[in-house]
């Protein structure tokens, strides 16, 4: 198992940015695909960006194609979420998460697919 810490929420000006890390306990860290997802207030949990084992592949939520990045560091057993020209409707809840997937290039996006999640960070984007 591995258990996860996320920092770097707050809050921000409309077209500002933040940067958010997930650190990781375990040897394990680059066996898990990563994931960030948030949950904005009477929404369900939305996935927003994942990536692979290795930090090969990517994948994302189209509302933030072209603002948002992810990263991973294995050797720091983190991973990142660089989030730039952030809007109001991006304030939420954001989660990191851990998936023991099989395949080396899977990024699931479905809140079930991963075991392992962190307590999450706010973010609050004001207009």
């Known amino acids: 198992q591995v258990q996860l810490a996320e920092t770097g929420g707050g809050l921000v000006q409309a077209g500002g940015s933040l940067r958010l890390s997930c650190a990781a306990s375990?040897?394990?860290?680059?066996?898990?695909?990563m994931g960030w997802f948030r949950q904005a207030p009477g929404k369900e949990r939305e996935f927003v960006f994942g990536?692979?084992?290795?930090?090969?592949?990517?994948n994302y939520a189209s509302s933030v194609e072209g603002r948002f990045a992810i990263s991973r560091d294995n050797a720091k057993n983190t991973v990142y979420l660089q989030m730039n020209s952030l809007k109001p409707e991006d304030t939420a809840v954001y989660y990191c998460?851990?998936?023991?997937?099989?395949?080396?290039?899977?990024?699931?996006?479905?809140?079930?697919?991963?075991?392992?999640w962190g307590q999450g960070t706010q973010v609050t984007v004001s207009s």
């Open positions: 990536i692979s084992r290795s930090g090969s592949d990517t």
């Open positions: 375990g040897r394990t860290f680059s066996s898990y695909a």
């Open positions: 998460a851990a998936s023991s997937t099989v395949g080396v290039h899977t990024m699931p996006t479905k809140t079930y697919e991963y075991s392992n």
